[in-house]
């Protein structure tokens, strides 16, 4: 069982810029690729950015250019760097580990 846990989400007006944050539980956190995904209401759960453990990555289109992610392998963590924040981009921001673990979430809401 490998636990995350997500910080740094809140509320930020359009065009503002938040850092997300997933810290690992587990030593073998290098081998692992790992995932943001989130979720807005009566939506399904989406990916959002993904970073495997060769440091490849790969974003939806619709925050392609405006996100980043990135992990440091020495602090087990996972970040994930949203600028030009926009309505839409609002939801509950999820960390995966490996397709099968996943933290508890965190409320991202970008409104005016």
């Known amino acids: 069982q490998v636990q995350l846990v997500e910080s740094g989400g809140g509320l930020v007006q359009p065009g503002g810029s938040l850092r997300l944050s997933c810290v690992a539980s587990?030593?073998?956190?290098?081998?692992?690729?790992m995932g943001w995904y989130r979720q807005a209401p009566g939506k399904q759960r989406e990916l959002v950015a993904r970073i495997n453990n060769n440091y490849s990555t790969n974003y939806a289109d619709s925050v392609k250019g405006r996100f980043t992610i990135s992990r440091d392998n020495a602090k087990k963590t996972v970040g994930l760097q949203m600028n030009s924040l926009k309505p839409e981009d609002t939801a509950v921001y999820y960390c995966?580990?490996?397709?099968?673990?996943w933290g508890q979430g965190t409320q991202v809401t970008v409104s005016s």
């Open positions: 587990t030593d073998s956190f290098r081998f692992y690729n």
């Open positions: 995966n580990i490996g397709s099968t673990f």
